[in-house]
């Protein structure tokens, strides 16, 4: 087969890089200067390569016989494409029929070179003899021909040439997008308030109602329309317990990066004043409570906003669970209400973007996102095996 190495040239050929690869010598010895001192003489030797040895093949050659499948599928089909467009360049029947039978023995060595040499592409070893036996039968039968010809001569092509019109026809509607949104895009009214937040009042309490807090979750959430914002808040509010519980609870999640924060809404249902309100949260996974939420002291059916922040370790899922425990001030009695688990998605931390295919596809190969099992068999072939499975 033309591309099987054959025992003697790959022994030569190993040994040829066993020698290259060791690299030049270094001799150290002792000797006796004229004048009757001693000095070191350090002495280089490189190894002598010999003409014979060294492979002269073309490139093609060599990445083919180093095991490359893919190349040697190529090679199948622009080979069949040659030989079927010979006869209307003009060529005799003589000519035509000569590079069908080189082509069908380099196709047959290509195929006998995936069978027998290792590499790290064996596993599409069936694809390859699939496909260059496709390539056979259509130089083969006629008949074959005859359907494959129109298919692998020009559907091929304008196949290919409507796939780079779309990609440039996406590329610049992307490009026009960008720079249409980018001229309608208003940052400010004429008539809008300016806020300054350095004059606002230190006495201000932490849980009151900023004029900026709008703003500053919709650029911290990516969303600037007013209807997506409020639409991704009613998303993410959690009823924490019952209506007919004492104490009515729901919380409000806000995820940005990696801090949460819980504004928790909670309702006295009871005619009696409840002291040291206390909203004890525990959680699991990898997340840490920074701000517990303060005790406070509520009237009868009245309410207050409490406010808790979680620190994110990694963007995993995780649960948030807690309970409310108050005292009843006119009969001094302790009261719990379990509260409801608030599971937090990995999804809550992704946010849609686009990319290129050419900076996804790098992306995905810095992961490996498969879970991969090894698996011992004596099958070869990988259909044979998906088949056995």
């Not at 069936?126 to 056979?136: F, G, K, M, Y």
Request: glycine share 6%.
């Amino acid at each position: 087969p033309p591309f099987i190495v054959q025992a003697e040239d790959k022994q030569a050929q190993e040994q040829a890089a066993v020698e290259a690869a060791k690299g030049p010598k270094m001799v150290t010895k002792n000797v006796v200067l004229a004048d009757g001192t001693y000095a070191t003489q350090t002495i280089y030797s490189e190894p002598k390569v010999s003409q014979s040895a060294l492979d002269k093949s073309p490139h093609l050659r060599k990445m083919v016989i180093g095991g490359d499948i893919f190349l040697g599928t190529i090679i199948a089909s622009c080979l069949t494409k040659m030989c079927l467009r010979a006869p209307d360049l003009g060529q005799d029947a003589v000519t035509v029929k000569s590079m069908t039978v080189k082509a069908l023995l380099t196709m047959c060595g290509i195929v006998k070179m995936a069978e027998v040499t290792v590499s790290a592409q064996k596993s599409s070893l069936a694809d390859c003899s699939e496909r260059v036996s496709l390539c056979c039968r259509a130089l083969l039968d006629p008949k074959a021909k005859a359907l494959l010809k129109e298919t692998l001569l020009n559907e091929g092509k304008t196949s290919f040439a409507s796939f780079l019109s779309h990609v440039q026809d996406k590329a610049g509607g992307e490009d026009g997008k960008e720079e249409t949104k980018e001229e309608q895009e208003v940052s400010a009214q004429a008539d809008d308030l300016i806020h300054f937040r350095q004059l606002r009042s230190l006495t201000a309490q932490g849980g009151d109602l900023d004029l900026d807090d709008g703003s500053d979750l919709a650029r911290a959430t990516g969303y600037s329309d007013g209807s997506s914002l409020l639409s991704n808040e009613l998303s993410h509010v959690y009823q924490l317990s019952g209506f007919a519980d004492p104490v009515y609870a729901e919380a409000f999640v806000t995820v940005h990066d990696y801090d949460i924060v819980l504004e928790i809404l909670v309702i006295n249902r009871t005619p009696n004043t409840l002291a040291n309100l206390t909203v004890e949260l525990s959680t699991m996974g990898d997340m840490k409570i920074v701000e517990r939420p303060q005790s406070q002291t509520i009237g009868p059916l009245d309410q207050t906003t409490l406010r808790a922040s979680i620190k994110v370790s990694s963007t995993e899922t995780g649960h948030i669970f807690g309970t409310i425990v108050y005292e009843d001030a006119s009969t001094q009695e302790k009261g719990y209400v379990n509260l409801n688990d608030i599971h937090m998605d990995i999804m809550d931390y992704i946010r849609p973007a686009t990319c290129t295919d050419e900076i996804f596809r790098s992306m995905w190969a810095e992961f490996e996102w498969e879970n991969k099992v090894a698996i011992s068999t004596s099958i070869r072939d990988l259909i044979e095996f998906l088949d056995h499975i």
